[in-house]
T-cell receptor, first 113, second 114 residues
Framework: DQQVKQNSPSLSVQEGRISILNCDYTNSMFDYFLWYKKYPAEGPTFLISISSIKDKNEDGRFTVFLNKSAKHLSLHIVPSQPGDSAVYYCAASFVFGNEKLTFGTGTRLTIIP | ETGVTQTPRHLVMGMTNKKSLKCEQHLGHNAMYWYKQSAKKPLELMFVYNFKEQTENNSVPSRFSPECPNSSHLFLHLHTLQPEDSALYLC?????????????FGDGTRLSIL
């Protein structure tokens, strides 16, 4: 039973436009959410996170929104750049830290020049 | 340049072989993790070590045997593997398991079982 779901396996966005990646979760005990970015032949790298006490966290071009009632989070990238082309993973953990990160299956983002 | 180094990057082995995967982190972290990523599946947590003590074994078959001699090194010993064990094996580290500081990942070992 997959507790973290990324229902869009792929997404293509024009350079300069906004990219929106979505993630849904089923376990209401999740308290901390993260986005990781992965290039081919490399390990995932941390991008941005959000605690359940917030509904928005922003870092430069990246903003994560959390809707706890809908058990939904999204990652907005604006403006999108060619270097943003990668696989993006949503992950969730419980209140006591990141001992048990649960990952989604990822969304492959392609930025079209 | 990654602070978490995994070797080898690629490994092909037969089902009767014994091999080991190595992970080393230079970040001063105290927690280390092994993950498995099969094709089109999410990363699955296998083992967690915190200050050299194993704190999590996520129902992993005994043909996978982890070893953490110190906080900087983590091994995954492999023996009598099955074809379905072919996957990308990722190591990660973090400050400790109770920290919300993110995990840092290595580039993985691509394992193929013949």
């Amino acid at each position: 039973d997959q507790q973290v779901k990324q229902n869009s396996p792929s997404l293509s966005v024009q350079e300069g436009r906004i990219s929106i990646l979505n993630c849904d979760y089923t376990n209401s005990m999740f308290d901390y959410f993260l986005w990781y970015k992965k290039y081919p032949a490399e390990g995932p790298t941390f991008l941005i996170s959000i605690s359940s006490i917030k509904d928005k966290n922003e870092d430069g071009r990246f903003t994560v929104f959390l809707n706890k009632s809908a058990k939904h989070l999204s990652l907005h990238i604006v403006p999108s750049q060619p270097g943003d082309s990668a696989v993006y993973y949503c992950a969730a953990s419980f209140v006591f830290g990141n001992e048990k990160l649960t990952f989604g299956t990822g969304t492959r983002l392609t930025i079209i020049p | 340049e990654t602070g978490v180094t995994q070797t080898p990057r690629h490994l092909v082995m037969g089902m009767t072989n014994k091999k080991s995967l190595k992970c080393e982190q230079h970040l001063g972290h105290n927690a280390m993790y092994w993950y498995k990523q099969s094709a089109k599946k999410p990363l699955e947590l296998m083992f967690v070590y915190n200050f050299k003590e194993q704190t999590e074994n996520n129902s992993v078959p005994s043909r996978f045997s982890p070893e953490c001699p110190n906080s900087s090194h983590l091994f995954l010993h492999l023996h009598t593997l099955q074809p379905e064990d072919s996957a990308l094996y990722l190591c990660a580290s973090s400050q400790d398991v109770n920290s919300n500081q993110p995990q840092h990942f290595g580039d993985g070992t691509r394992l193929s079982i013949l």
